[in-house]
C-alpha cells in the first residue's frame, strides 16, 4: 500500500534551520504534486509548501521566504528546508500526495486535496 514516511523532526531553537524529508517510494504517483502540511492540536491542518497544477512552488505567507521545498526523484524523496525557524512553527510536518490519477491542486489550502498522508514528524522551536 502506499505509505509516506517524513523523518529530520527535531528540536530547535529559535532562528536556527532544520531539514525535513519524506520517502515516497511506495507512492506511485507524481511527486509533482506533493506538499507539507503542519498541524498544532486543536486546529486544522495548514498546507505550508507545495507543487501545484502550473508546476510552480507555493508557500504559505507564514513561511514563504523562510521555507524551501525540494524533491530529489532520484531518491524518492520530498524535502523541507525551514530556516529562521519561529516558535510558532512548532507543530507536527506532515508531507501529502494526491490521489492516483486525481488532478494536481491548484492551490495547498486544502487538505482534503490529498488522499496520501504519512505519520508525520514533530518540530519543536
Known amino acids: 500500500h502506499v505509505q509516506l514516511v517524513e523523518s529530520g523532526g527535531a528540536s530547535v531553537q529559535a532562528g536556527g534551520s532544520l531539514r525535513l524529508s519524506c520517502d515516497y517510494s511506495?507512492?506511485?504517483?507524481?511527486?509533482?504534486?506533493m506538499a507539507w502540511f503542519r498541524q498544532v492540536p486543536g486546529t486544522e491542518r495548514e498546507g505550508i509548501a507545495g507543487?501545484?497544477?502550473?508546476?510552480?512552488?507555493q508557500y504559505a505567507d507564514s513561511v514563504k521566504g523562510r521555507f524551501t521545498i525540494s524533491k530529489d526523484n532520484a531518491k524518492n524523496t520530498l524535502y523541507l528546508l525551514m530556516s529562521s525557524l519561529k516558535p510558532e512553527d512548532t507543530a507536527m510536518y506532515y508531507c501529502?500526495?494526491?490521489?492516483?490519477?486525481?488532478?494536481?491542486?491548484?492551490?495547498?489550502?486544502?487538505?482534503?486535496?490529498?488522499?496520501?498522508w504519512g505519520q508525520g514528524t514533530q518540530v519543536t522551536v
Open positions: 511506495r507512492y506511485t504517483g507524481t511527486s509533482d504534486c
Open positions: 507543487f501545484v497544477m502550473d508546476g510552480s512552488a
Open positions: 501529502a500526495a494526491p490521489r492516483l490519477y486525481a488532478p494536481c491542486p491548484r492551490l495547498i489550502v486544502y487538505a482534503s486535496e490529498y488522499f496520501y
